[in-house]
């Protein structure tokens, strides 16, 4: 736990009482003892410190000061084909530590029906995973999660409506994610589309390309949706780091 998060109502003035996991975290792993100061930070909003002001068997006692600014939507929006429940736990933690603004979890013709049954799609599972995220990534944003569990609506009815520039990852397309990518800004985010790793059909593919979604390949290996997710994140950071020197 690099940041340990907290609710804006959970605040009783400048002071802060925990009595569960993020209690038990404070005196097993980090050993606080009164006049420890901790970083943390309330969800959706600033970070700042705590100091410890008592332990006991059952609680922790802060004194809260925040300071600097609200969490800032990261620039990325994630378009996934749901995979498989195992590979959804890492990806939600995952995409959280690298910084996306929203998850939406759709339908292709190859993700399997049941796969919406998960018991990680439910509000709890999938809210602890990202906080996992948010406390690796020491970041306040919670991304939000969106479920489509038809394509057709989803692509012709949502995809219109949200801002920014789309890229969409296909084992078969000719150009690379350098070559087709533009920057996103904060007017701006990027939509970034991950399909099953047999890739979109041939629908669903010219679906979000009719929608102005530039088409890239990862090159010639196929990779584990939750790798490629990562995989992917990683070159986008790095091109706008790139582009941001030039």
């Known amino acids: ?23 038990t975290h404070l005196r097993q792993v980090l050993r606080v003892e009164p006049g420890s100061v901790v970083r943390l930070g309330i969800i959706g909003g600033r970070q700042g410190r ?4 008592q332990v006991s068997e059952c609680e922790v006692s802060l004194r809260v000061e925040l300071a600097g600014e609200t969490a800032t939507p990261p620039q990325v929006e994630l378009i996934l084909a749901l995979p498989r429940p195992i590979m959804l736990q890492r990806i939600f933690k995952q995409a ?15 993700v399997e029906k049941s796969f919406f049954a998960s018991p990680v799609l439910s509000q709890e599972k999938s809210r602890a995973l990202i ?3 948010m406390e690796q990534a020491v970041d306040t944003w919670m991304p939000g999660v969106h479920i489509h569990q038809r394509f057709k609506p989803f692509v012709e009815d949502v995809v219109p409506q949200l801002p920014g520039r789309g ?6 397309a000719t150009g690379t994610l350098d070559e087709v990518f533009i920057p996103p800004s ?6 970034l589309a991950v399909g099953p790793e047999g890739g979109w059909n041939d629908y669903e593919l010219n679906a979000f390309t009719n929608c102005g979604f530039a088409a890239f390949s990862m090159g ?3 990779l584990h ?13 790095l091109l706008c780091q790139l582009r941001e020197k030039r």
């Open 1 to 23: 736990m690099n940041l340990l998060l907290l609710e804006q109502e959970e605040l009783q003035g400048d002071r802060l009482v925990l009595n569960d996991h993020r209690a």
């Open 50 to 53: 705590g100091e410890v002001l």
């Open 96 to 110: 959280t530590v690298m910084g996306v603004r929203r998850i939406h979890l759709i339908r292709s013709q190859r």
């Open 131 to 133: 906080l996992e995220g």
């Open 167 to 172: 890229f969409i990852a296909h084992p078969h």
């Open 186 to 191: 904060a007017d701006c985010p990027l939509l």
């Open 220 to 222: 010639k290996r196929i």
């Open 225 to 237: 949706v939750d790798t490629a997710v990562v995989a992917l994140m990683a070159q986008i950071d």
